[in-house]
């Protein structure tokens, strides 16, 4: 099957792989897990870069001191 359709499952899991890592990672930043939801948000962006995913990993960056990645992250997040 090589129709419209055809493209729609690997999409669909991509999808759910990274609503799944950002909402691990959403978490993380609440509890304070920067690393934890550093790793998190970098699984989403490997998945799809969005700005929001973007922003979650420089706000785990700027906690974990690394403010040069932080920086770099938040302009790649307004440049999409």
């Known amino acids: 099957n090589h129709g419209k359709g055809a493209n729609r499952v690997p999409q669909a899991e991509a999808a759910t792989e990274f609503d ?7 978490e993380a930043l609440r509890r304070g897990a920067w690393q934890e939801g ?20 420089a706000t785990c960056c700027r906690f974990l001191g690394a ?13 999409l």
Do not use: I, M, N, Q
């Not at 799944?20 to 959403?26: D, H």
């Not at 403010?67 to 440049?79: G, I, K, P, Q």
């Open 20 to 26: 799944r890592a950002v909402r691990g990672a959403e």
């Open 38 to 57: 550093r790793a998190g948000f970098e699984k989403a962006l490997a998945v799809a870069e969005t700005p929001a995913a973007y922003d979650g990993l």
């Open 67 to 79: 403010l040069d990645e932080s920086l770099a992250t938040v302009y790649r997040a307004h440049d």
